[in-house]
T-cell receptor, first 112, second 113 residues
Framework: EDQVTQSPEALRLQEGESSSLNCSYT??????LFWYRQDPGKGPEFLFT???AGEEKEKERLKATLTKKESFLHITAPKPEDSATYLC?????????????FGKGTRLSVIA | EPEVTQTPSHQVTQMGQEVILRCVPI?????FYWYRQILGQKVEFLVS????????KSEIFDDQFSVERPDGSNFTLKIRSTKLEDSAMYFC???????????FGPGTRLTVT
């Protein structure tokens, strides 16, 4: 069974204080790993897709990286508007190749 | 920028009643999905839909659930006889093809009393 574990559950940062969120995964065959941002009461907002180990993607203050067992979302000099829950999800070739399996997320608070 | 839309934003219903949740996926996308998120829990896959038929479904998607694409734009989720435990946020999503990113709608909050 596919598993996605995110850590920490919650993270509180001062504005400008860089940090990383972790996503550990177990799949039979990784088709893709996806990062989403979710604001309270809203739907997940797509951020990045990573397909193979060593791949990196960047968008503004966010950078996602991928290894064979985990992914990191690095946040550089965060601002209060980066406060949200960040979700990691995987798609598996062998366990059905369309469903996303999500982790519980990391709730990020950035304090001005 | 194209986006997935969902209606209603909030639905309150009594246990045992039927509800229909509606979604308009992004127009040139081929795959459509329903997910749900019980308060404080993970986003969970319900069903995927491609070429006018169910592609995959989870154990949650039992006989009380059904999906339909009644025309070229709408995608619906029907729950025949709602239970208290069906209370959740229901998200519709669409993707250009299998294996690509899925774009989510804003959700419908379903409250069963």
């Amino acid at each position: 069974e596919d598993q996605v574990t995110q850590s920490p559950e919650a993270l509180r940062l001062q504005e400008g204080e860089s940090s990383s969120l972790n996503c550990s995964y177990t799949v039979s065959g990784l088709r893709g790993l996806f990062w989403y941002r979710q604001d309270p009461g809203k739907g997940p907002e797509f951020l990045f897709t990573l397909y193979s180990a060593g791949e990196e993607k960047e968008k503004e203050r966010l950078k996602a990286t991928l290894t064979k067992k985990e992914s990191f979302l690095h946040i550089t000099a965060p601002k209060p508007e980066d406060s949200a829950t960040y979700l990691c999800a995987v798609q598996d070739y062998y366990q059905g190749n369309t469903p996303l399996v999500f982790g519980k997320g990391t709730r990020l608070s950035v304090i001005a | 920028e194209p986006e997935v839309t969902q209606t209603p934003s909030h639905q309150v219903t009594q246990m045992g009643q039927e509800v229909i949740l509606r979604c308009v996926p992004i127009s040139n996308h081929l795959y459509f999905y329903w997910y749900r998120q019980i308060l404080g829990q993970k986003v969970e896959f319900l069903v995927s839909f491609y070429n006018n038929e169910i592609s995959e479904k989870s154990e949650i998607f039992d006989d009380q659930f059904s999906v339909e694409r009644p025309d070229g734009s709408n995608f619906t989720l029907k729950i025949r006889s709602t239970k208290l435990e069906d209370s959740a946020m229901y998200f519709c999503a669409s993707s250009p093809d299998r294996g690509y990113e899925q774009y989510f709608g804003p959700g419908t909050r379903l409250t069963v009393t």
